[in-house]
């Protein structure tokens, strides 16, 4: 394989605009983790990491997955019913609750995979102003523990005394990293590459980059086989109500008011979850040894008009839509280059107007989901987070 350096050479990925490249060309060799691998899974009981599994699973090409999760407010093992209903799937799936930030839940599983994925994480930037705490735990020290748990698999697998529970030989764990847009910052104009310095603007974003600079570090340090994906706004079923796509839909069903931050005149690229999980799974079997690969959605939308198109889906209002005091710090705008992602072979499959539109549809159809998940721990963030903005809240401009 080529090495791209992308990671453990530099600030924000070593690579200066422009150079280093497509990381390994399709079919060029095979796969760094070929089909009926042993998958660790942490954060798969959440929104994207639980459309991995189940796709994954899906494809019953002998895949084994164990999921790590901590099952936090977002965590939800609801998300895995269609995958432990199913028992060719179930047989070859198995869900351990547990931090990624503790040792004695992460060495043994990491010491059984053949490859890490690691989805978990708080995700939420609004939370992540409210109070940063668990995003520094879980994006930092849980990222240090999982790499350390990779690094004495690695140093094992060097000394060739790796083995599975069979005692058959075992390769070094590769551990891919999923990371976001949101770490290159506001991007006014033009669109983020690989190599582009970070430069995160809230608690969440700065989260995510300290893991990617960990992640840099222990390939630098360590020479780890590491992967990070960098996915934009992703959207479909299954996301928690706290986001912007599920919290407008949801409320215009309840007829309730819909809160715009600012102007609503900001713009998000928006990835469906199917094509986010699909690219995330061909760099973790194609992608090259400290690539780095962002995701780009290639539907750029202002909320406004996102909104829009949620209420006429379902017959709302727009007299629903209110214009609260803006977040702070708020980001105007991301965008990436999909140019690597896409010299591995992927594409996103998914148009926006029909991804959107068949996500309404799932909220609208699957209520039980979503009410089971606005419990009283989500009444009394809805309070904290909205119920002084909503009162202070203007008529929301429409969109020409
Ligand atoms: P999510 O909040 O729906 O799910 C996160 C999952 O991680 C939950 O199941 C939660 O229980 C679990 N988790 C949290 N802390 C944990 C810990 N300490 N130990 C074990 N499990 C823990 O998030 P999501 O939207 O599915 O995002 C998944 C990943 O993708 C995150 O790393 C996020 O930063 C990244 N990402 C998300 C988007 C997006 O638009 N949603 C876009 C790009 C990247
Ligand atoms: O870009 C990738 C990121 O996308 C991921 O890394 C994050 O995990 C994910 O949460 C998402 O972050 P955003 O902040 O972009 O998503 P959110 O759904 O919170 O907001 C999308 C846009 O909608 C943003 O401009 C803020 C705005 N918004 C959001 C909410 C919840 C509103 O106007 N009103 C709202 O009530």
């Known amino acids: 394989m080529t090495e791209p350096s992308d990671v453990g050479a530099g600030a924000g990925g070593g690579v200066p605009p422009g150079a280093g490249g497509p990381a390994v060309p399709p079919g060029a060799g095979g796969p760094a983790v070929p089909p009926g691998a042993h998958l660790l899974v942490c954060g798969g009981a959440g929104f994207i990491g639980s459309c991995y599994v189940r796709d994954v699973l899906g494809r019953r090409d002998g895949t084994r997955i164990t999921v790590l999760d901590k099952l936090t407010y977002a965590g939800n093992r609801a998300n895995l019913t269609p995958v432990e209903g199913d028992p060719e799937q179930a047989a070859r799936f198995a869900f351990v609750q547990g931090d990624i930030a503790d040792p004695a839940a992460v060495d043994p599983l990491v010491a059984a995979a053949d490859a890490v994925v690691d989805f978990a994480a708080e995700s939420h930037v609004d939370r992540s102003i409210l109070d940063p705490s668990a995003f520094l735990v879980t994006g930092v020290i849980g990222v240090r523990v999982l790499l350390?748990?990779?690094?004495?698999?690695?140093?094992?697998?060097?000394?060739?005394?790796?083995?599975?529970?069979?005692?058959?030989?075992?390769?070094?764990?590769?551990?891919?990293?999923?990371?976001?847009?949101?770490?290159?910052?506001?991007?006014?104009?033009?669109?983020?590459?690989?190599?582009?310095?970070?430069?995160?603007?809230?608690?969440?974003?700065?989260?995510?980059?300290?893991?990617?600079?960990?992640?840099?570090?222990?390939?630098?340090?360590?020479?780890?086989?590491?992967?990070?994906?960098?996915?934009?706004?992703?959207?479909?079923?299954?996301?928690?109500?706290?986001?912007?796509?599920?919290?407008?839909?949801?409320?215009?069903?309840?007829?309730?008011?819909?809160?715009?931050?600012?102007?609503?005149?900001?713009?998000?690229?928006?990835?469906?979850?199917?094509?986010?999980?699909?690219?995330?799974?061909?760099?973790?079997?194609?992608?090259?040894?400290?690539?780095?690969?962002?995701?780009?959605?290639?539907?750029?939308?202002?909320?406004?008009?996102?909104?829009?198109?949620?209420?006429?889906?379902?017959?709302?209002?727009?007299?629903?839509?209110?214009?609260?005091?803006?977040?702070?710090?708020?980001?105007?705008?991301?965008a990436m280059d999909g140019g690597r992602i896409a010299a591995l072979g992927w594409r996103p499959r998914v148009l926006f107007e029909a991804g959107l539109a068949a996500t309404v549809d799932w909220y609208r159809d699957n209520e039980a989901w979503w009410r089971a998940v606005r419990d009283s721990a989500w009444d009394a963030y809805y309070a904290r987070q909205y119920g002084d903005r909503l009162a202070a809240s203007t008529e929301a401009e429409r969109p020409a």
Not at 274 to 285: F, M
Request: aromatic share 6%; hydrophobic share 35%.
């Open 148 to 334: 350390e748990a990779v690094r004495r698999q690695t140093d094992l697998a060097r000394a060739g005394e790796r083995h599975d529970a069979d005692g058959r030989s075992m390769g070094a764990p590769r551990f891919l990293q999923v990371s976001t847009d949101e770490v290159y910052g506001s991007v006014e104009e033009g669109s983020s590459r690989e190599g582009d310095p970070l430069a995160p603007r809230s608690p969440y974003a700065a989260a995510k980059a300290a893991g990617d600079l960990l992640v840099g570090a222990y390939r630098a340090t360590h020479d780890l086989d590491v992967v990070i994906t960098r996915g934009a706004n992703t959207y479909g079923p299954y996301q928690h109500p706290e986001k912007l796509i599920p919290l407008v839909a949801t409320n215009a069903i309840d007829e309730e008011p819909i809160p715009l931050y600012g102007d609503g005149l900001q713009r998000r690229d928006w990835l469906h979850v199917a094509d986010h999980a699909a690219a995330i799974d061909l760099a973790l079997r194609h992608g090259a040894p400290g690539g780095v690969y962002n995701v780009p959605g290639g539907t750029e939308r202002a909320n406004r008009d996102v909104v829009a198109g949620i209420l006429a889906r379902l017959g709302r209002p727009w007299s629903l839509v209110r214009s609260v005091p803006d977040r702070p710090g708020h980001d105007r705008r991301y």
